[in-house]
């Protein structure tokens, strides 16, 4: 079974540097909640908060649009026994964060709608206040990328 996204069947499942981090996740609520965690803790390490205000808050940020790209990969980005990439990359003055999520599902894509009385639909309008910039891309051979760029 190809447990990767459409176009990475070579890629390690994570790699990390000072500058950029890659990890693989299952599209379920579990790995995407991993995920988030594990790039909290990559943005800490490489962003130290107590450092400055600016570093804590760029941290929170991202830390809220990792988990809103994440959770819509994993809830419509799915497809059976494939999994989703999450990708940050830091400019090398740590001013600007590029968040990629990356997800099997070419068919269907990210689409606003007002949000109705539950939780459904806010994730997107959360995106668009957070993010200084966002937008999706095709991903070849498969599926699409969901990126957000942060700048501090
Ligand atoms: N990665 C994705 N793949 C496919 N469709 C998506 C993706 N992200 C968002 N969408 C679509 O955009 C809609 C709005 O997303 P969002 O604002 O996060 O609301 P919610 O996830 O609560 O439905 C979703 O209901 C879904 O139809
Ligand atoms: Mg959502």
């Known amino acids: 079974m190809n447990n990767?996204?459409?176009?990475?069947?070579?890629?390690?499942?994570?790699?990390?540097?000072?500058?950029?981090?890659?990890?693989?996740f299952p599209t379920t609520r579990r790995g995407a909640h991993a995920?988030?965690?594990?790039?909290?803790?990559?943005?800490?390490?490489?962003?130290?908060?107590?450092q400055d205000a600016a570093s804590s808050s760029l941290i929170d940020t991202a830390t809220l649009l990792v988990a809103e790209l994440a959770a819509n990969a994993a809830l419509h980005g799915r497809v059976r026994g494939r999994s989703a990439r999450l990708?940050?990359?830091?400019?090398e003055d740590a001013k600007e964060l590029l968040i990629e999520v990356t997800d099997p599902r070419?068919?269907?894509?990210?689409?606003?709608h007002a949000p109705t009385e539950g939780e459904s639909g806010r994730g997107l309008l959360l995106i668009e206040a957070?993010?200084?910039?966002?937008?999706?891309?095709?991903?070849?051979?498969?599926?699409?990328?969901?990126?957000a760029l942060c700048r501090r």
């Open 87 to 91: 990708a940050l990359a830091l400019t």
């Open 106 to 112: 070419g068919d269907r894509l990210p689409a606003q």
């Open 130 to 147: 957070l993010a200084d910039d966002w937008g999706v891309q095709p991903h070849h051979p498969g599926g699409k990328t969901v990126w």
């Open 4 to 24: 990767e996204t459409g176009a990475t069947p070579h890629e390690p499942a994570v790699t990390a540097d000072d500058l950029s981090f890659s990890s693989l």
């Open 35 to 50: 995920v988030r965690h594990t790039a909290e803790r990559w943005l800490a390490a490489h962003l130290p908060p107590e």
